[in-house]
């Protein structure tokens, strides 16, 4: 996943909203949204649900329409319920950074209860892993932190589990404080290798330009077994010959066309063995495939295309088959929509999701209102890539392929994006002693 300055808007969107205080629903009972996984597009649903439900600005409204909900009535009497495996939102796009820098490490975690933003009585945080989706009787089932089965009813989801990726590409450690040794452990080790070098197997573009840049004076090998880099992506020849050339100019060894097989030696070193009969000695493998399983074994195989990703309409709404499972919504890496994996891209699918939830809602308690659904308009490909301390990006709607030095700050700042990335969900207030 790879961040791209178009994919997230410097601005909310305020949609007009006529007279407030005459446009409540009728009150039976509190309803509860459950969103399930709260990364890009999880935390996207939510804060769009909040926003909405106060009246507010909503994030990445200038990406949609958003018209019919102007003057509708306004939903208040539910709660949301996210129940996600990890105790924080972790920033993925940051990980190449996070993992090689101690000094980036802890910013690029942060704990869901440090977000003053999410500190409100109609929100409530579930650290746990989803088992089951009952969508007859509206249940989820999950496993607490101490193992034990529990139930939780919804009346709406929204599925962004996302996919599950191999350490180090995204942490494997479910709680901030055991991510932080992982991490540091990660970092000690790179540092330690700067006899024999590390090598970077797989797509790990960004991984080996950021070793590269932090630590001059190790060598660093990056391993493909395709004849390009980037191979599987949906973008032009001149993007991916730029990634390989800025990567060379950083001083990173590329070998391209080669499948492997690494040994470990007794001494905590490897042999990497390639498929001509050389080999390579190093201190460090790093691993970074583009192998992912989607996050989705607690649904009904109905539901999920061949390759376990989740089916959905054009609204988001789960779909099997025929027939539309109208209270279950997916959203991010998840769905099976074609297009590049990113973090953007997955916000604004949280965002309609969680628009249309909410839209939902109130048409569940007022069927004369001419209710209306969000629709999700595909982006076209795009993609930013940091390659050590350079950059190149691509958009096919407007200057094609640029790159540069000068690029690194509009396009990622100092943190991979992360910032930028709160500011555009309207995360501003964290407290990093809680």
Known sequence: ????????????????????????????????????????????????????????PI??????????????????????????????????????????SPAKTHMMWKLYRGFAELKRPDINFIQGAVTNVISESQTIIYQDLAGNPQTLDYDYIIISSGLRRPWPVVPRSRKMISYLKDASTFAQRIAGAQKLGVVVIGGGVEFAGKIQ???????????????Q?????????????????????????????????????????????????????????????????????FLPCSVLSNTGTVNVDSNLRVNAGQDIMARVFAAGDITSLPGIKLGGTAMVMGSVAGANAYASLIAEHNPSWPSAMEPYVQMKPRMALSVGNNAVCYSSSDEGVRFGDELVEPLFGSDLGWSKILTALGLKNYDSAC
């Not at 791209?4 to 009150?27: A, E, F, M, N, W």
């Not at 840049?213 to 004849?227: F, K, N, Q, W």
């Open 213 to 227: 840049t932090h630590y001059a004076g190790t060598p660093v090998t990056l391993i493909h077994s395709r004849d």
């Open 59 to 100: 994030p990445f409204a200038s990406y949609g329409n958003y018209s019919h909900l102007q003057e509708a009535p306004l939903a208040q009497d539910f709660n949301i319920t996210i129940v996600d495996e990890r105790d924080g939102f972790f920033h993925s796009v940051g990980a190449p950074l996070a993992h090689i």
């Open 229 to 297: 880099l980037l191979s599987n992506e949906p973008l032009p020849e001149e993007f991916k010959l730029k990634a390989l050339e800025l990567l060379q100019q950083e001083g990173v060894k590329v070998i391209l066309n080669q499948r492997v097989k690494v040994e470990e030696l007794p001494d905590g070193t490897h042999y990497v063995r390639f498929n001509d009969g050389g080999r390579l000695h190093t201190a460090m493998v790093i691993m970074a495939t583009a192998s992912s399983t989607p996050a989705s074994q």
């Open 1 to 56: 996943m790879n961040f791209d300055q178009k994919d997230v808007p410097q601005q909310t969107v305020k949609i007009p909203r006529g007279d407030l205080s005459q446009r409540h629903y009728s009150k039976t009972r509190k309803r509860r949204v459950v969103i399930v996984g709260c990364s890009y597009a999880g935390m996207s649903a939510t804060l769009t649900l909040a926003a909405l439900k106060d009246g507010l």
